[in-house]
T-cell receptor
Framework: DGGITQSPKYLFRKEGQNVTLSCEQN?????MYWYRQDPGQGLRLIYY???????QKGDIAEGYSVSREKKESFPLTVTSAQKNPTAFYLC????????????FGQGTRLTVV | AQSVTQPDIHITVSEGASLELRCNYS??????LFWYVQSPGQGLQLLLK??????LVQGIKGFEAEFKRSQSSFNLRKPSVHWSDAAEYFC????????????FGGGTRLMVKP
């Protein structure tokens, strides 16, 4: 089945540690996105990529980093510089084109302990 | 920059009753509008989308939405709510460029009373 796979579903991190969230898609989409979700705030864009080896910052990129070495993969690293990393993280992908819909993974819940 | 407002954070309706979730957007050009639904701890599923043409859009699970340019609104409706519709609903507007970065509203949590 085509889709987007995020792993792990739950992740615990100690303060001061970096952690990487995985996102893989087999939809042959060129564009991929990372969103952060906090209660009552909707989804906020962290980073996006429209093509391999290229990505741009979204609205809340500070404390995060990404890479796009393969079309299928767009991992997100939450660094120790992110002051409040506990959140639900959603990865999405879409075709590149005006108004194309985004398809979402099942999310990763990150908790800092 | 575009923005989306969902004025109602929580809504409770009785099963079988009609539903309307409000969405107002701000965007300088022709908007590309979406409604997504999210069950607890899950990703988002597309309910319907509006690009152009008929302003009344039909979606999955019996939902529909109406685009009203004069009111900058894209409200979601369902004539008869089922208990399984309890979830969080997000309205989003897409940027009219080569990518499709979505700007989301804050969401409306729907609860359904038996």
């Amino acid at each position: 089945d085509g889709g987007i796979t995020q792993s792990p579903k739950y992740l615990f991190r100690k303060e001061g540690q970096n952690v990487t969230l995985s996102c893989e898609q087999n939809l042959n989409h060129d564009a991929m996105y990372w969103y952060r979700q906090d209660p009552g705030q909707g989804l906020r864009l962290i980073y996006y990529s429209q093509i391999v080896n290229d990505f741009q910052k979204g609205d809340i990129a500070e404390g995060y980093s990404v890479s796009r070495e393969k079309k299928e993969s767009f991992p997100l690293t939450v660094t120790s510089a992110q002051k409040n990393p506990t959140a639900f993280y959603l990865c999405a992908s879409s075709r590149v084109g005006i108004g194309t819909e985004a398809f979402f993974g099942q999310g990763t819940r990150l908790t800092v302990v | 920059a575009q923005s989306v407002t969902q004025p109602d954070i929580h809504i409770t309706v009785s099963e079988g009753a009609s539903l309307e979730l409000r969405c107002n957007y701000s965007y300088g050009a022709t908007p590309y509008l979406f409604w997504y639904v999210q069950s607890p701890g899950q990703g988002l599923q597309l309910l319907l989308k509006y690009f152009s043409g008929d302003t009344l859009v039909q979606g999955i699970k019996g939902f529909e939405a109406e685009f009203k340019r004069s009111q900058s609104s894209f409200n979601l409706r369902k004539p008869s709510v089922h208990w399984s519709d309890a979830a969080e609903y997000f309205c989003a507007v897409g940027a009219g460029n080569a990518g499709n970065m979505l700007t989301f509203g804050g969401g409306t949590r729907l609860m359904v009373k038996p």
